[in-house]
T-cell receptor
Framework: AQSVTQLDSQVPVFEEAPVELRCNYSSSVSVYLFWYVQYPNQGLQLLLKYLSGSTLVKGINGFEAEFNKSQTSFHLRKPSVHISDTAEYFCAVSSNTDKLIFGTGTRLQVFP | NAGVMQNPRHLVRRRGQEARLRCSPMKGHSHVYWYRQLPEEGLKFMVYLQKENIIDESGMPKERFSAEFPKEGPSILRIQQVVRGDSAAYFC????????????FGPGTRLTVT
């Protein structure tokens, strides 16, 4: 069985500061990894994905994530956040075209 | 290219009534997934369908819930005899099923049971 753990339920940060949102997964098979963002009362938007190849993945809005197989992690980073990055962020795992297994989410709150 | 469409966006039902949630996948997508998000929680997988077939329903409650994806028309998630615990946001996602596994999400239907 697959599972995803997002270690931080809330991350407060000041504008223009760097941020890291942590994600660890467990799986007995090869996986695909995703980060989604959810703005209030909206659906999910894909930020980035890891399928294979380079372990450093760049996504939209200046976000990037690094796949670390030995540590089973896929942490999301941004070097300088904006107020508009305030949202809920979900890490997810899947196998091939199977269902997504989501973490419980991390609420990023950016303060001016 | 229109995205995944869900309707209604908001649905209010009284206890015991039926709720029908509709999802139109992106053009060219033949795989549909339904997820439920309870307040302050992440998304939980419910069911995965392809045209006229249920592929994986391991996340569906055993009673009152059903889903279909007919040859023509949208996918429907049906909840019979709703209870207050069914109040949640229900999201539909679609994928082309080419192996990339990327799913595109709709805006969700927020069901409130009074």
């Amino acid at each position: 069985a697959q599972s995803v753990t997002q270690l931080d339920s809330q991350v407060p940060v000041f504008e223009e500061a760097p941020v890291e949102l942590r994600c660890n997964y467990s799986s007995s098979v090869s996986v695909y990894l995703f980060w989604y963002v959810q703005y209030p009362n909206q659906g999910l938007q894909l930020l980035l994905k890891y399928l294979s190849g380079s372990t450093l993945v760049k996504g939209i809005n200046g976000f990037e994530a690094e796949f670390n197989k030995s540590q089973t992690s896929f942490h999301l980073r941004k070097p300088s956040v904006h107020i508009s990055d305030t949202a809920e962020y979900f890490c997810a795992v899947s196998s091939n075209t199977d269902k997504l297994i989501f973490g419980t989410g991390t609420r990023l709150q950016v303060f001016p | 290219n229109a995205g995944v469409m869900q309707n209604p966006r908001h649905l209010v039902r009284r206890r015991g009534q039926e709720a029908r949630l509709r999802c139109s996948p992106m053009k060219g997508h033949s795989h549909v997934y339904w997820y439920r998000q309870l307040p302050e929680e992440g998304l939980k997988f419910m069911v995965y369908l392809q045209k006229e077939n249920i592929i994986d329903e391991s996340g569906m409650p055993k009673e009152r819930f059903s889903a279909e994806f007919p040859k023509e028309g949208p996918s429907i998630l049906r909840i019979q005899q709703v209870v207050r615990g069914d109040s949640a946001a229900y999201f539909c996602a679609s994928s082309p099923g080419t192996g990339s596994s990327e799913q595109y999400f709709g805006p969700g239907t927020r069901l409130t049971v009074t």
